[in-house]
């Protein structure tokens, strides 16, 4: 693994006020982030069946931690590496519209993640998805969630300043857009 810790570094907060303003975020965000966006908390598996193919191998190399379990005799049961697949699935058995969607939380353990300051075996990630219209699937409409997401992040600025002021930094007050040829 290769841990680096920069020269000039300042958590600006101990280790346990970090873990307490990283909750606070995450309690607060998930739930004004749903509100805004019409979503709906929904628990994600740990595991799935290897049939299924709910298990997305993220670039194709990675090899999932898998095991059996006794009641389900002949099958292979993965850790999930990736909610993709199953969140598209869980729209769809959960009967959410155009507008509406979900949000949830996936733990994961990736075996073959190469370890770095960003890059762990276990993950923990927060993740969304919701339905929208083919007609939709315009930059416009990226253009629109995207602003949403970023009020939501704006008005979470003042509330973690409030409880936690050495943890924030000032963003803009408006989002700009660059598209990849721009880039380019």
Same mark, same amino acid.
């Given at each position: 693994?290769?841990?680096? !810790?920069?020269?000039?570094? /300042?958590?600006?907060?101990? &280790?346990?006020?970090?873990?307490?303003?990283?909750? #606070?975020?995450?309690?607060?965000?998930?739930?004004?982030?749903?509100?805004?966006? *019409?979503?709906?908390?929904?628990?994600?598996?740990?595991?799935?069946?290897?049939? @299924?193919?709910?298990?997305? *191998?993220? *670039?194709? &190399?990675?090899?999932?931690?898998? #095991?059996? !379990?006794?009641?389900?005799?002949?099958?292979? !049961?993965?850790?999930?590496?990736?909610?993709?697949?199953?969140?598209?699935?869980?729209?769809?058995?959960?009967?959410?519209?155009?507008?509406?969607?979900?949000?949830?939380?996936?733990? %994961? !353990?990736?075996?073959?993640? /190469?370890?770095? *300051?960003?890059?762990? &075996?276990?993950?923990?990630?927060?993740?969304?998805?919701?339905?929208?219209?083919?007609?939709?699937?315009?930059?416009?409409?990226?253009?629109?969630?995207?602003?949403?997401?970023?009020?939501?992040?704006?008005?979470?600025?003042?509330?973690?300043?409030?409880?936690?002021?050495? %943890?924030?930094?000032?963003?803009?007050?408006?989002?700009? #857009?660059? @598209? @990849?040829?721009?880039?380019?």
């Amino acid at each position: 693994m290769t841990l680096i !810790i920069p020269k000039d570094y /300042d958590p600006h907060m101990d &280790v346990r006020t970090t873990e307490a303003a990283i909750k #606070f975020i995450h309690d607060i965000f998930t739930k004004e982030f749903g509100r805004k966006m *019409n979503l709906e908390r929904i628990s994600a598996p740990l595991f799935v069946d290897k049939s @299924t193919g709910l298990n997305d *191998n993220l *670039n194709g &190399v990675e090899r999932p931690v898998s #095991f059996d !379990i006794k009641a389900i005799p002949g099958e292979t !049961i993965e850790v999930v590496q990736s909610l993709a697949k199953w969140k598209r699935l869980a729209l769809k058995q959960y009967d959410f519209k155009p507008g509406e969607g979900l949000y949830t939380n996936m733990n %994961a !353990i990736r075996r073959d993640e /190469d370890l770095d *300051n960003l890059h762990s &075996v276990y993950v923990d990630q927060w993740d969304w998805e919701m339905c929208i219209e083919k007609k939709d699937r315009t930059e416009k409409k990226l253009k629109a969630v995207v602003q949403k997401i970023f009020q939501v992040i704006k008005h979470m600025e003042h509330e973690v300043w409030y409880q936690y002021p050495d %943890a924030v930094y000032k963003l803009p007050d408006k989002i700009s #857009f660059v @598209t @990849t040829a721009e880039l380019e």
